[in-house]
């Protein structure tokens, strides 16, 4: 049974495959090193699905190139012995990487009659279950992709995505599809490609309360057809000036806020297709939809929460816009604002994670998990002041909720589509409503961040235990 894949490379290795196959006239070959990501059942197809994510980039040496032109390239197999061999010890997938030029962009006949030998030879090597990618990359920049689960068994790669500064989407009739009269005016914007990209895109929505639920209610008026929502609460009074799509009645019947959400985003009539997760991201149940997800955005209050979405971005190759509203005001009635901070922040290599920007607090992370896991010794310790006990509720308003999860969402329009040009992409910013300003401070990552600084993580995908968290 032929399993849909996908490839997802990280920015800095797309550009170092540049910078070793785009050279010149002739042909050039690489290889990648890329972990698998196992989804044992997609959520909207309920079958199986895989994802490969690049981990390291190996040259073809020179010196094993015995021939190549604008249209061929051929060389020793050795360098793809080592590399088998590299794969083997670290449990990794083998991709060939080799370039077109002339920029056609589809595998040649040529490409058709030596693959196969390559595969055998994985076989031999590394066990006859050894799969083998292989992408071509176009002068033009195009990436198509296949992958062979034998000599005589490929399937085209579903979708070939970069990460980084910009979201690149690679994917068979890009441009091509027949835009929806619904979306003709953003086409007149952005141009009838972005439809298309985000019409291909698994989004993930982590908290539907209020930043969430206005991320979920624009989602559908983008384009996005697939969405995942997940949070573990109902729906209560005091949520109701600033959940989207909540009525009176929801609350009085103590609905899930997913459930609330999905029936008015299927409510729109224009074919997106939504699937509901009442659990805390945590969740083992949850791990096969989050790993599915093309893109997530981190809409949570919770300090445990965001600690596991802040190791997922790495660890998954999966674009996290992590957001939040803080709002502080004085004991005078009426009360006076003192802050009131908007922020949204990227989360993927290359970026500053969560925790060295310290807007995850490590301890009310770890008093969060027991108070789900172990409440009656939470209770206890709270009561004799060894963790930190709620407080009064933090101010919301629907105003600003609604603000940060435009800015969220505007970040991922830009990565994909570009419109802020080449510098437009912003890894954390802060809006300050009561100065009129934006902010975008700089933080260096702590050097020995094993998240965010050490790329030993990036790629790294399924590991036991899930994120290496205990």
């Known amino acids: 049974m032929s399993i849909p894949s996908n490839l997802v490379l990280q920015e800095s290795h797309l550009e170092e495959l540049r910078v070793l196959l785009l050279q010149g006239d002739d042909e050039q070959a690489a290889y990648v090193l890329c972990s698998e990501v196992a989804i044992r059942s997609d959520p909207w197809t309920a079958a199986p699905r895989r994802k490969y994510l690049s981990c390291k980039v190996l040259p073809v040496p020179a010196e094993e190139i015995v021939s190549h032109s604008s249209q061929h390239i051929t060389w020793k197999t050795d360098s793809f012995v080592r590399a088998l061999k590299l794969a083997e010890v670290q449990g990794m997938t083998v991709a060939i990487v080799h370039s077109h030029p002339g920029g056609f962009p589809a595998f040649s006949e040529q490409d058709d009659a030596n693959e196969p030998d390559l595969v055998q030879l994985a076989h031999n090597r590394n066990g006859q279950t050894t799969k083998v990618l292989s992408i071509i990359l176009t002068s033009e920049g195009d990436l198509i992709g296949r992958c062979w689960a034998s000599p005589i068994e490929q399937e085209p790669l579903v979708l070939v995505a970069s990460i980084g500064n910009r979201l690149q989407l690679h994917y068979s009739g890009r441009g091509k599809g027949v835009s929806s009269p619904v979306f003709h005016r953003q086409s007149l914007a952005f141009g009838k490609a972005l439809t298309q990209d985000l019409s291909m895109l698994r989004i993930g929505v982590v908290g539907c309360g209020a930043t969430g639920s206005s991320v979920a209610m624009l989602l559908p008026k983008l384009g ?13 009074e005091t949520n109701l000036n600033r959940l989207h799509s909540a009525t009176l009645n929801d609350a009085h019947e103590q609905r899930p806020k997913v459930e609330v959400i999905a029936r008015s985003l299927t409510a ?15 969740d083992p149940q949850c791990q096969d939809a989050l790993k599915a997800c093309d893109v997530i955005f981190s809409c949570t209050d919770d300090h445990s929460g965001r600690l596991l979405l802040n190791r997922f971005a790495y660890y ?14 004085s004991d005078s009635e009426p009360p006076e604002i003192q802050a009131l901070d908007g922020r949204v922040t990227t989360l993927l290599p290359g970026c500053t994670c969560l925790l060295c920007r310290e807007v995850i607090n490590p301890i009310v992370a770890r008093d969060e998990a027991l108070k789900r896991e172990q409440p009656d010794e939470y209770e206890r310790r709270k009561a004799e002041a060894y ?3 709620e407080g009064n509720p933090s101010p919301a308003v629907v105003l600003f909720t609604t603000d940060v999860a435009l800015k969220a ?11 802020r040009g080449d510098e437009g992409s912003t890894a954390h910013r802060v809006r300050k409503y009561h100065l009129l300003t934006d902010r975008k401070p700089g933080v260096r990552a702590d050097e020995y961040c094993p998240v965010c ?17 205990v």
């Open 409 to 419: 969402l505007e970040e991922m329009v830009h990565r994909i589509q570009g419109f």
């Open 453 to 469: 600084s050490i790329d030993e993580c990036w790629g790294r995908g399924d590991v036991e235990p899930f994120l290496d968290q």
């Open 224 to 236: 996005i057809q697939k969405i995942a929502l997940f949070d573990k609460d109902v729906v209560e």
């Open 387 to 389: 963790v930190i006990g």
């Open 316 to 329: 998954y190759l999966t674009p996290v816009f992590d957001m939040g509203l803080a709002i502080e005001v």
């Open 268 to 282: 729109l009539g224009i074919g997106v297709d939504v699937k509901t997760y009442q659990s805390w991201i945590g």
